[in-house]
């Protein structure tokens, strides 16, 4: 395990947009302004070496001297994001863009990249100081929308940390962002895809009608977190494990599902069983889909709003775990395959109809929520250094609702695979039973 490190930091500034921007309100889209999304998200991005590659050959530059500097280009395209969030009536988030700017934060770590690991893997020391929460900055109204830290590795790495008022974007959104201004860092004048607003494509109808059952949004009789002892690991399915959880499936399944299903279904069955929760307690595992490709038309390019739905999967503790490995595949399988435009629609319709406050209960132990994030594009942001050696999300302390979620990240174990890193968190004596269930059905785990 990594003992702590020192991270020396300056003073936080805003960084406001380089030119002149329009001052004017923005109102959020209805599947943005929804209370289930009025948090911050924090993402991670480990970086090798600031040796930077471009036309007069490699020398040494500050990473954050660059990407401080592209930031402000990036704003002037992307300037909503360097304005501050108000609400009107009936609680519509808007945004009022001031041309305020996003915060920035430089600093420097006594450690280097090596000491992180052969395979970095969360959760990370000091991560409170690798993202440092500037006091006051994270609420949801009033405050800025982006807050991004870089700090320089004693290695010459680099590492780059974001957080995000969700409300404004969600993965493929804040991606985009990120592409342009890894793009203007590298040199480019403008990115090579223009943002686009439009919030208005995922408002509610007039009038509204759900015509789908959202569960997500159902009650269910909370089951108490042990918060106590909390470990946390991750697991690593490359070729492999794939392999051997698709053995376990019928042909016609095993054919037709993707990797993110076979896992889900997997790690979903060993969750409850090592939970040992009551057999006629009913379970549910959540999973964030984005829903860009269901549109017909589709969204504009460049469209960098949340497109997001939380479609649910159901059953109870004793079916779920007596059943075999292809009864939770095909429930999971089902309502992934019920996202469509009308589901979507349907969503924002019902958050409007309900006050934007129904919400996902994350807080119980017999809900799962998983975020698939190998695919978003994280893993392709390139400030002029390379690629990034590790992305996730920005994880440190344990609290409760890690023990309710998990994020697939992308990875590339030691024999140089490409897979998914699986991140779990569980009380102890139901972590030591979980790997067991794990090593049992995928034979191996790294």
């Known amino acids: 395990m990594m003992t702590n490190f020192k991270v020396t930091r300056q003073t936080p500034v805003l960084v406001r947009p380089a030119r002149p921007t329009p001052h004017e309100m923005k109102p959020l889209s209805d599947i943005d302004d929804q209370e289930a999304l009025r948090f911050q998200v924090s993402d991670i991005l480990f970086y090798k070496t600031t040796f930077l590659n471009n036309d007069h050959g490699v020398k040494e530059k500050d990473p954050a001297e660059i990407i401080k500097s592209a930031l402000a280009e990036t704003l002037v395209f992307y300037y909503p994001f360097a304005g501050r969030l108000r609400e009107g009536p009936g609680r519509k988030l808007m945004v009022d863009c001031t041309g305020e700017g996003v915060l920035f934060i430089e600093a420097d770590a006594d450690v280097t990249l090596e000491e992180f690991g052969k395979e970095i893997r969360p959760p990370f020391p000091c991560m409170d100081e690798l993202l440092f929460n500037v006091p006051g900055s994270d609420g949801i109204l009033h405050?800025?929308?982006?807050?991004?830290?870089?700090?320089r590795l004693r290695c010459g790495g680099f590492i780059f940390a974001l957080r995000l008022n969700h409300t404004m974007s969600d993965a493929v959104g804040i991606v985009q962002f990120l592409m342009a201004l890894s793009e203007i860092a590298r040199g480019a004048s403008t990115p090579s895809i223009l943002p686009v607003w439009k919030r208005e494509l995922m408002n509610a109808r007039n009038p509204p009608k759900i015509t789908y059952p959202h569960h997500e949004y159902d009650h269910i009789v909370p089951n108490p977190i042990d918060s106590d002892n909390l470990v946390y690991k991750t697991f690593f399915f490359g070729p492999e494990e794939i392999f051997s959880l698709r053995s376990y499936l019928p042909l016609h399944l095993r054919n037709?599902?993707?990797?993110?299903?076979?896992?889900?279904?997997?790690?979903?069955?060993?969750?409850?069983?090592?939970?040992?929760?009551?057999?006629?307690?009913e379970v549910r595992v959540l999973y964030y889909v984005d829903a860009r490709p269901k549109f017909d038309p589709p969204l504009p390019k460049g469209y960098y709003g949340n497109v997001l739905v939380t479609p649910v999967a159901r059953t109870t503790a004793g079916k779920l775990t007596e059943n075999p490995l292809e009864f939770a595949m095909e429930l999971v399988m089902k309502a992934k395959s019920e996202v469509t435009e009308e589901y979507m629609k349907s969503n924002a319709d019902l958050i409007v109809m309900g006050g934007r406050r129904p919400n996902v209960e994350k807080l119980s132990s017999s809900i799962f929520l998983v975020a698939d994030l190998t695919r978003v594009g994280f893993d392709e942001v390139d400030f002029g250094w390379g690629k990034p050696v590790f992305v996730g999300?920005?994880?440190?302390?344990?609290?409760?609702?890690?023990?309710?979620?998990?994020?697939?990240?992308?990875?590339?174990?030691?024999?140089?695979?490409?897979?998914?890193?699986?991140?779990?968190?569980?009380?102890?004596?139901?972590?030591?039973k979980f790997v067991q269930l794990i090593e049992m059905t995928v034979k191996r785990i790294e």
């Open 256 to 281: 037709k599902c993707s990797k993110f299903e076979v896992i889900t279904a997997c790690v979903w069955r060993c969750r409850v069983n090592a939970l040992q929760l009551d057999p006629d307690q």
């Open 393 to 432: 999300l920005a994880i440190g302390d344990m609290q409760e609702i890690h023990m309710v979620s998990s994020n697939y990240l992308p990875s590339v174990n030691k024999k140089g695979e490409k897979g998914i890193l699986v991140t779990i968190c569980l009380p102890e004596l139901a972590m030591k």
């Open 143 to 151: 405050t800025p929308l982006l807050l991004i830290q870089v700090t």
